[in-house]
């Protein structure tokens, strides 16, 4: 299904089997049978029932704010590890540099009083990429899973961030009033991190979907081999993915500073699993090749929904975890079934055409 | 090329695959696993020397009893990672399992009652796996990412961030009870029972060919007569019972139950497995150098606790070893790639393709 419309690069799908009764029909079937629809209806339907119990949870000011602030630093992770999943790796390692570059961020403030806050973005997204570019590199030019490096990776960065944090602990008034404000500041009532997350995700899906760069991410991820005849750079496409990745990830440290004001060694521990899972959930598949940054990003919302609506709902947040579990099973296992079909249906459109 | 094979027809006696083995010294000595064992040794004698208070009993014991649960885990991770599989969800088994028996303790079960209460969950964890890569045709990556969390989550759902601390005396002495007066702690009898079962089913019987098999080729295996799902089945399940068996050892151990017991131990047990010379790709490795594997992370960690270097860095250490063990493969191609083109053995074939 997702795969169709990812191949064929328009929104229109193949012609079905059985035409449907005239366009409109046909173009409304195609959007309900998008992934990042079902998820969206998904999201309604826990904001609805958490709203139902508790209308603090959307009607308040605080609220409203708190949907679309907590999902913006995760969506810009789950987007980053899409990418990379979409050319058939993994990368384990975005909490540990998430971590890194959140201290980073603070110390740079300390060290460094009056630095520009653009200039901490930028250090912020250049380590990042430089974290990922390590990756990258690895995966690269040793030809080994992506799995396998990243969970090295992911263990040495998170080492690496606490023998240099030690105890320490970065407060928010350790850094300018400025910064931090940018944690809670709005723009029409929208929070800035947000609109950074929806900037970042517009662009990225735009060269995902319409450049020959972001195409021959998904080629490589359909088939390396084949990607590798065609001419395909796959060593260069395999560390744009995990720079960009990283990058991403190094972004949302710098957020993630500016959202919390308190960074120790263990920021971001474990969100791994949060970003992979956003990605898996909204339709991108670990196997490769298969999925949009939409879905990515749409899947992040949802995760962080539940998380919020769980305890609204009576279920302590302890549960929240076997949730996200819960759901990355179930939505590979929604692939698999999705893609078996498909199959049948092209072997038998095959069989009945011949 | 050509003139090797030339040669070789030139002669009287057609020469048979056995001229082309390397000698016995060189198979068994220039290995992985060797590699691995000398390295170990260099430590042991290193941090015997340099490291005050390391050659003791004392030290032994502590080794013997931290390393124990890694290397409970280690041996079905071993077989899993030949079959060309991995299984992330190892330590939220052990996690899980740790929790359920604390509260079968809890609520008054018998000790042995709940032994096996837990190691049923762990079964019960290993089969949702087993199900999910075998039946439903998933990746094992992405179904153990999934459990991992799922397990995870489930005791912590359980337990919240609260623990269990009663339990009986006379099975936590279990624990530290040494034989005799040497620093070797009972327990380990019942480990290296444990290692030997697990090193005689991988390398001498069918089942452990079927195992290499699969991980050299699943089509070739599967026409061969190796019944793939099902050996990965009672693979997965295998790591289920034996991380809930180290979930027990644990909470013993510890004498706490709690949802973040071992957390990250999944990474340890997979760069010991991988340090000990099993290609991450599958079909090749051995059990000897998995037991060095895990021996030489314990020994290097144990060391630098005693000098008193903090855990942080041994993480680092024990990331770098494992990065470093799965692309040293690819930098001794590169360098041998770049000393002797010629002889790497695609060209070989390639060679020998030309001429038939």
């Known amino acids: 299904m997702t795969s169709t419309a990812q191949l064929t690069r328009d929104p229109a799908p193949l012609p079905p089997a059985t035409p449907g009764p005239n366009p409109v029909a046909r173009a409304i079937a195609a959007v309900f049978k998008r992934r990042e629809t079902s998820i969206i209806i998904a999201i309604l339907v826990v904001i609805a029932a958490a709203t139902i119990v508790n209308d603090q949870f959307l009607v308040s000011k605080d609220g409203f704010r708190n949907l679309l602030l907590n999902p913006s630093i995760y969506i810009l992770l789950s987007v980053g590890v899409a990418m990379v999943i979409i050319t058939r790796s993994v990368d384990l390692s975005v909490s540990s540099t998430l971590g890194l570059t959140a201290y980073l961020t603070g110390r740079l403030f300390i060290d460094f009083p009056g630095i520009p806050i653009v200039a901490v973005f930028i250090a ?66 929208i929070p800035v991190l947000t609109i950074i997350a929806v900037v970042v995700v517009i662009l990225l899906a735009w060269y995902m979907k319409n450049t020959r760069g972001g195409r021959e991410f998904y080629a490589l991820g359909s088939d390396p081999e084949a990607a590798q005849l065609y001419g395909l750079n796959v060593v260069k496409r395999n560390l744009i993915a995990f720079v960009l990745c990283g990058a991403l990830a190094g972004l949302a440290g710098v957020l993630y500073a500016a959202r919390y004001g308190t960074i120790d060694s263990a920021a971001g521990y474990g969100v791994e699993l949060t970003a992979i899972g956003g990605a898996v959930i909204g339709g991108v598949a670990i196997s490769g090749g298969v999925g949009t940054l939409w879905g990515a990003a749409f899947g992040a919302i949802l995760l962080l929904t539940i998380k919020s609506a769980l305890p609204v709902l009576g279920v302590q947040d302890f549960w929240q975890q076997a949730v996200v579990g819960v759901l990355i099973i179930g939505a590979i296992v929604l692939d698999r079934v999705l893609a078996l079909r498909q199959h049948k249906k092209l072997i038998t459109t095959k069989g009945a055409s011949s | ?319 770098t070893l494992l990065v470093l063990s799965v692309i040293s493969p690819s930098i001794l191609a590169w360098i041998r790639g770049r000393r002797r083109p010629a002889s790497t053995p695609g060209t070989q074939t390639q060679a020998f393709l030309a001429k038939s």
């Open chain 2, 1 to 319: 090329m050509t003139t090797i094979w030339a040669s070789a027809k030139a002669n009287s006696r057609t020469k048979t695959y056995k001229d082309y083995a390397k000698p016995l010294w060189q198979r068994t000595l220039m290995t992985t696993e060797s590699a691995v064992i000398l390295g170990l040794i260099l430590v042991v004698a290193y941090a015997s020397i340099a490291v005050n208070n390391f050659a003791s009993d004392i030290t032994l014991y502590y080794l013997l009893r931290d390393i124990t649960p890694i290397l409970i885990i280690a041996l079905p991770m071993t077989l899993i990672i030949l079959t060309g599989d991995i299984d992330l969800s190892v330590a939220s088994i052990l996690a899980l399992s740790s929790v359920t028996f604390g509260m079968m303790v809890q609520g008054g079960w018998p000790v042995p009652l709940a032994i096996i209460g837990t190691l049923v969950v762990g079964l019960v964890c290993g089969a949702i796996n087993g199900f999910l890569v075998t039946v439903v045709g998933l990746p094992s990556l992405a179904v153990t990412i999934g459990t991992m969390a799922a397990f995870r989550g489930i005791a912590q759902g359980l337990l919240g961030t609260t623990a269990i601390t009663t339990f009986p005396e006379e099975w936590t002495n279990l624990t530290s009870m040494k034989i005799g007066s040497t620093g070797i702690p009972v327990l380990s009898i019942l480990v290296l029972v444990l290692i030997i079962v697990f090193a005689v089913i991988m390398h001498f019987t069918p089942f452990g060919r079927g195992i290499f098999a699969i991980g050299l080729s699943k089509e070739a295996a599967e026409f061969s007569g190796v019944n793939v799902q099902r050996t990965k089945m009672i693979l997965f399940l295998l790591a289920g019972l034996l991380s809930a068996l180290a979930g027990i050892y644990l909470t013993l151990k510890t004498s706490t139950a709690r949802a973040e017991n071992g957390t990250g131990l999944e990474l340890t047990v997979i760069a010991a497995v991988l340090l000990g010379g099993v290609s991450i790709f599958g079909g090749k490795g051995a059990m000897h150098g998995v037991i060095a594997g895990v021996f030489l992370i314990g020994t290097i960690e144990s060391a630098l606790r005693l000098a008193n270097v903090t855990s942080d860095v041994s993480r680092i250490i024990v990331g």
């Open chain 1, 124 to 189: 912020g997204i250049i380590a990042g990429g430089l974290l990922g570019l390590v990756n990258g590199a690895l995966v690269a030019y040793a030809r080994v899973p992506a799995m396998v490096i990243t969970l090295g990776t992911m263990y040495a960065y998170r080492g690496i961030n606490v023998a240099w944090a030690g105890s320490n602990r970065i407060n928010p008034q350790d850094m300018p009033k400025e910064f931090t404000s940018l944690g809670t500041a709005q723009i029409l009532s």
